[in-house]
C-alpha cells in the first residue's frame, strides 16, 4: 500500500521560511518523479513544483526563485524549502507521485498516480 506523508506545515510570518516534508513507503521511490501541489481555500489545486527520476525540477512561475524541491531516494524523501513566504501561499500542500517520468513541464503538472493527505500552511500578514 502507497502511503505518502507530509509534515513540515504550521503558521508563519509574511517573509518567514518553511520546509516541507514528504515520506513516502509502499513504493520504489527512485523510480517515481514527485510534486508538490496546493489548494487555497475556494480555489482549484495548482502544480507548485516536481522533480523527475533523474532530479530535473521544475517551478510554477508564482514561487519560481523562492521554493526549492529536493529528494533523498536513499531516506525516500520529498523536500520542499520555501523561503520568502507570503499570505498569497497560504494553502493545503500536497505531495504527490507519478510513476511515469516528467519529461517537461507539461507532465510535470500531471497525471499523478499517488496523493499525501497534505499539510497546511498559513502565512499571516
Known amino acids: 500500500q502507497v502511503q505518502l506523508v507530509e509534515s513540515g506545515g504550521g503558521l508563519v510570518q509574511a517573509g518567514g521560511s518553511l520546509r516541507l516534508s514528504c515520506v513516502a513507503s509502499g513504493l520504489s521511490f527512485n523510480n517515481y518523479a514527485m510534486g508538490w501541489f496546493r489548494q487555497a481555500p475556494g480555489k482549484e489545486r495548482e502544480f507548485v513544483a516536481a522533480i523527475s527520476r533523474f532530479g530535473i525540477t521544475y517551478y510554477a512561475d508564482s514561487v519560481k526563485g523562492r521554493f526549492t524541491i529536493s529528494r533523498d531516494n536513499a531516506k525516500k524523501t520529498l523536500s520542499l524549502q520555501m523561503n520568502n513566504l507570503g499570505p498569497e501561499d497560504t494553502a493545503v500542500y500536497y505531495c504527490?507521485?507519478?510513476?511515469?517520468?516528467?519529461?517537461?513541464?507539461?507532465?510535470?503538472?500531471?497525471?499523478?498516480?499517488?496523493w499525501g493527505q497534505g499539510t497546511q500552511v498559513t502565512v499571516s500578514s
Open positions: 504527490a507521485a507519478r510513476f511515469k517520468n516528467i519529461v517537461d513541464p507539461g507532465s510535470a503538472r500531471g497525471p499523478y498516480d499517488h
